[in-house]
C-alpha cells in the first residue's frame, strides 16, 4: 500500500476505525470467494448487479463507521471502500472502483460515484430503493455487533446480500445498464445528497446543468477505469517498444479528449494529452517533440495507429459496449498495435518499381520516396488514402497502408490506387508536408526536383 501525506493523515485519524472495518471486510470477502469457488453464486461479470451491491454496501457500511460530515471522513470512507474492493478485483472479482486506495499519486474525486454506478441507479429504482433499504438494516447490524462485541453472526452479511434471489428479480426488470449510449450527452445524474461518495437518496439526485464538467466526468470516469490495467502493462513493454507504447497511449488520449470535451485546438489537445498519458501511465511522458518525430519516421505504422484507435473511441458511445469493456479498453487496442506489422511492409512505385521499408523511409538520406501522412478517407472501403512521390521517376503513387489486409485487396499490406505524374501544385504539397515535420532530408531532396 503506498500512501502519500493525504492517506497518511486518514491514516494516523482513524487508525481504529480503519482496522475495525479491515478486519471485518476480510470476514466479508471470505464469504464471497467460498460462494464463488464452491458455489458459483457470486460473478460480478455475470452479474452485473453483484458488483453494484457489493459496492453499495461497502459505502454504506463505511459511512456508518466513520460518518460523512468532514471532507477527512469523506476520504476516509472512499479509502475504506475501495481497500475492500481492491481485494476483490485482486482475486478475479471485477469491481465498481475510484481507485482511492491504490491511486499512488493522488487520493481520487470522492464528490461522485462512478458513472455506471449512477446510471445503474437511475435505470433501476425499485431494486436501489430495496437495496439500500436492506443495507442501511445490516448497516445498524453492524454497529450493534460492534457494541456488543459480537460479530461472528454478521460474518456473511454480504454473502447473503449479493445471493439474494429479490434483488436479483428486480435487477432484472430494470435496464441494461449500458456503460454510454448514443452521445457523450447522455443524461448523467449527479450527487448531490448529505453522503458525497454513494448517491443512495435517489431523490437528492439530479441532473448537472453544466455540460462541460458532465463531459470532463465522463472522461475522467473513462480514464479512470484503465488507470491500474495501463500501468500494469506499462511495466511489461520493453524498452525497445517504449516510445510506441506512448505514442499508442498519447493518440488514445487526444482522440478521448476530442469525443468528450469537444476541443479542436490541436495544441491545446497536445498538452491535456500528455498530462493524461503520465495519469494513464505512471510515467514520465515522452514530449510533443519526440511524438511528432516518431510519426514522421513511422508514417505508416501512424496510419495505421490513428485509423484503428479512432474506431475504438468512437465505439464507446455505441449501443453495443458494455461498461464491463471500460477497463482494458486501451490495453486491448495496445496488445494489437504494439507489435504491428506494419514496420516490415515494403511501400513501391508503381510506375518504375522503386521500393523501400516504411520504417523511417522519410527521413533517410539514401531513400528515393517519401511518404506523405496527409490523406484522403476512401469512401468505399475507410481506408486512409496516402500518396508517395518517387524522387527517381518523379510520380506520386495513391496507396493505403492495410496491414491487416481488412479490404481484402492488399498486396504485402498496401492496396495501391493510382499513379500519376508529379505536377507543381502536387510537389508543392509534398514540399509543405515536409516542411510541417521540420524533414531537412526530404526538403533538400525536393528541391533538387526544382532544380533539374
Known sequence: MF???????????????????????????????????????????????????????????ASSLIGSETQEEIDCVGFLRDTALSYLDDTDSPQFRTYHADNIKDVSKLDKAPLEVLQLLDQNEDFTRSAVAKIGTLAKDFLKGLDQKDMKPLSDQLKHLVEDEGLLRLFETGSEGHFIKNNPSTTIKDNTTSRPPGPWETEGVKQSNEEEDKRTYLLEQTLGQQIKHVTALSKTIDDAYAVRFQVLVFYYCSFLLAAFLKIDDPEVVQVKARAYVAKLTGMQPITIEVFNAYIRENPVFAGTANE????????????????????????????????????????????????????????LPETTLYCMDNYLTNEETGLQVNACLCFKCRRVTEFAADPFNESGMAENGIEYFKTKPLTAQLLLGFHQNAEKHGNEVAIAKMDKLVQN
Not at 479512432?310 to 465505439?315: Q, R
Not at 498495435?337 to 515494403?346: E, G, K, V, Y
Open 3 to 61: 500512501w502519500n501525506n493525504r492517506r497518511r493523515a486518514i491514516k494516523d485519524t482513524f487508525t481504529p476505525q480503519i482496522k475495525v472495518f479491515l478486519s471485518y471486510a476480510s470476514f466479508q470477502n471470505t464469504g464471497l470467494l467460498l460462494s464463488k469457488k464452491l458455489f458459483k453464486k457470486y460473478d460480478t461479470e455475470r452479474n452485473i448487479h453483484q458488483r453494484l451491491l457489493t459496492y453499495m454496501y461497502y459505502d454504506i457500511l
Open 308 to 363: 484503428f484507435i479512432k474506431i475504438s473511441v468512437n465505439n464507446i458511445f455505441s449501443d453495443d459496449f458494455s461498461g464491463n469493456e471500460i477497463p482494458n479498453h486501451l490495453v486491448g487496442i495496445v496488445e494489437q498495435l504494439i507489435f504491428a506489422n506494419s514496420d516490415d511492409l515494403l511501400i513501391s512505385c508503381q510506375y518504375c518499381g522503386n521500393e523501400w521499408k516504411f520504417q523511417n523511409v522519410n527521413v
